[in-house]
């Protein structure tokens, strides 16, 4: 049979049409597997970075409860002042001490921490890490105040006995932050990283000046 001849034409064509009816399969066959690959692709580098954030998390949280711990120490050693002696004395509203301006403003667990007396002679690292730990908010509340009791006088005289004592119950809130971006005095969203921290922690305690 000739190769010019009819049947031979349509021999070429039909085997022609074949080639490229298997090329365009094989093409499509080959984006769908690399649309699947992709996929798993961005479901593993996902799921990668949720751990990543909840390492993170659990690996940072004992520094800003730290921060909040550092909140009630301080503040409990800003009652035995003139300033806290004359705050429980007296009304005892809520009062923020760290506040812009407070007493307690910029107070970080690093500062609160460097040894009484010595050299601060800790790594660079550590320094560098627990300067990032600070409370932004530390809220102290007089709840209640009543004597202990062992003071009184006699029946038909004026003559006292015994001492009285005030005992106070306070209650202290506190915001602890780790590697925490601030607007001011605000947590500011826009800029919290995998890394940051908050804890709030809640103190009920009893003082006797």
């Not at 499509?28 to 970075?49: D, F, H, I, K, P």
């Not at 990032?132 to 209640?144: L, N």
């Not at 601030?182 to 908050?198: H, L, R, V």
Request: net charge neutral; glycine share 10%; proline share 4%.
């Amino acid at each position: 049979m000739s190769p010019w001849s009819p049947d031979s034409q349509m021999i070429a064509t039909h085997a022609l049409t074949n080639v490229s009816g298997q090329s365009g399969l094989a093409l499509v066959v080959s984006l769908v597997l690399l649309l699947v690959l992709t996929a798993m692709g961005m479901g593993l580098a996902y799921v990668a970075s949720v751990q990543s954030d909840l390492v993170a998390a659990v690996a940072n949280k004992p520094l800003s409860i730290d921060a909040s711990e550092t909140c009630f120490d301080n503040a409990v050693e800003w009652l035995s002042k003139p300033a806290g002696q004359s705050w429980v004395n007296g009304l005892g509203a809520p009062i923020d001490l760290a506040v812009s301006g407070g007493p307690l403003a910029g107070k970080t667990v690093l500062g609160d921490t460097v040894p009484v007396g010595q050299s601060d002679s800790r790594s660079v690292q550590f320094k560098t890490r627990a300067g990032r730990a600070a409370y932004s908010s530390c809220i102290v509340e007089k709840i209640s105040s009543s004597t202990n009791g062992s003071s009184g006088n006699e029946i038909g005289s004026s003559n006292g006995y015994g001492a009285s004592n005030f005992v106070y119950t306070i209650r202290m809130t506190a915001v602890g932050n780790y590697n925490v971006a601030f607007n001011g005095t605000a947590i500011n969203p826009n800029f919290w990283q995998s890394n940051s921290s908050k804890s709030v922690l809640e103190a009920v305690v009893q003082y006797t000046p």
